[in-house]
């Protein structure tokens, strides 16, 4: 049984850019291409790659 509220994972900024992206709608094969940087604990890799368009 959750205890309640613990603490973020990211800051509220990057929390936002995350559900901005909505990786879960995209096609499959974006999934795959994109799969190592999602994957990644490097969160702002994976999102500035997103953003430049290299993924």
């Known amino acids: 049984c959750p205890r309640g ?6 800051d509220v900024s990057t929390a936002r850019r995350l559900q901005a992206v909505k990786w879960w709608d995209w096609p499959h094969d974006r999934i795959m291409a994109a799969g ?3 994957l990644s604990e ?4 994976f999102l500035e790659k ?3 368009g290299e993924i």
């Open 5 to 10: 509220f613990v603490g973020r994972r990211f």
């Open 50 to 52: 997103l953003e430049s």
């Open 36 to 38: 190592r940087y999602l």
């Open 42 to 45: 490097d969160v702002n890799t």
